[in-house]
T-cell receptor, first 117, second 111 residues
Framework: AQTVTQSQPEMSVQEAETVTLSCTYD???????LFWYKQPPSRQMILVIRQEAYKQQNATENRFSVNFQKAAKSFSLKISDSQLGDTAMYFCALRSWGGGSNYKLTFGKGTLLTVNP | ETGVTQSPTHLIKTRGQQVTLRCSSQ?????VSWYQQALGQGPQFIFQYYREEENGRGNFPPRFSGLQFPNYSSELNVNALELDDSALYLC??????????FGDGTRLSIL
C-alpha cells in the first residue's frame, strides 16, 4: 500500500519570504509520480508541480521548486517570494507509474499555509 | 479548453436518501476519477472510469457506484446515505499519463 505523510498541519510565512513544506511517502515501486496540489478556499485542487521518480533533477515551476530525495522517500516543496495568493491548503500526492487503477492519487492530509502581509 | 465541471455545487440530503453527482471531463480527457474529501482531510480515492468501464476502486462500499458515458462525462451515485458521507466530492479527469485536473467539487451535507 502507498502512504503519504505531511507532518506540518499548519505553517505561516511573511510575504516575500521563503517557506518549505515537508512530505514523506512510502511505496514499494521504483517508478512513480509525485505531485504538489494547492487547494484555496475556492475548493478547486490546482496542480502546482510534478516530479517523475526516475528523474534526478528537481522540478521547478517559477517560484515553486521541490527537493526530491528518492532514497529517503522525501519530497518537499519550496515556495520563494511568497505572495498573499499562495495562502491555501497544500497537498502532497503519489501516483504509480503504471496504468489501470494505478492512476489513482494517494494524498497526504495537507498543510495549511498562511502568507501574512 | 473547457475544464472539469461538477454539478451541483452544494446538496443537502437526509439519511437513507440517494444522491447523484455529475462531472463533465476536460476536453480530450477519457479517464474520470472520483474522490471523497472529508473536512480537514486529504482526498480519498473512490473509483476511476476509463472508456465507460470501472478501472479501479478504493475502500468504499458497493452503495457507492458510478457511470461513465460515451462523451466521457461521469456520475457518482450514493445509496442509503449515512451521516459520514458528508464531504466534498471531487471529480478529476485525465488522459494517459498526464496529471489529473480537478473540478470545484460538490459539497454534500447529510442531515
Amino acid at each position: 500500500a502507498q502512504t503519504v505523510t505531511q507532518s506540518q498541519p499548519e505553517m505561516s510565512v511573511q510575504e516575500a519570504e521563503t517557506v518549505t513544506l515537508s512530505c514523506t511517502y512510502d511505496t514499494s515501486e521504483n517508478n512513480y509520480y509525485l505531485f504538489w496540489y494547492k487547494q484555496p478556499p475556492s475548493r478547486q485542487m490546482i496542480l502546482v508541480i510534478r516530479q517523475e521518480a526516475y528523474k534526478q533533477q528537481n522540478a521547478t515551476e517559477n517560484r515553486f521548486s521541490v527537493n526530491f530525495q528518492k532514497a529517503a522517500k522525501s519530497f518537499s516543496l519550496k515556495i520563494s517570494d511568497s505572495q498573499l495568493g499562495d495562502t491555501a491548503m497544500y497537498f502532497c500526492a503519489l501516483r504509480s507509474w503504471g496504468g489501470g487503477s494505478n492512476y489513482k492519487l494517494t494524498f497526504g492530509k495537507g498543510t495549511l499555509l498562511t502568507v501574512n502581509p | 479548453e473547457t475544464g472539469v465541471t461538477q454539478s451541483p455545487t452544494h446538496l443537502i440530503k437526509t439519511r437513507g436518501q440517494q444522491v447523484t453527482l455529475r462531472c463533465s471531463s476536460q476536453s480530450g480527457h477519457n479517464t474520470v476519477s472520483w474522490y471523497q474529501q472529508a473536512l480537514g482531510q486529504g482526498p480519498q480515492f473512490i473509483f476511476q472510469y476509463y472508456r465507460e468501464e470501472e478501472n479501479g476502486r478504493g475502500n468504499f462500499p458497493p452503495r457507492f457506484s458510478g457511470l461513465q458515458f460515451p462523451n466521457y462525462s461521469s456520475e457518482l451515485n450514493v445509496n442509503a446515505l449515512e451521516l459520514d458521507d458528508s464531504a466534498l466530492y471531487l471529480c478529476a479527469s485525465s488522459q494517459g499519463n498526464q496529471p489529473q485536473h480537478f473540478g470545484d467539487g460538490t459539497r454534500l451535507s447529510i442531515l
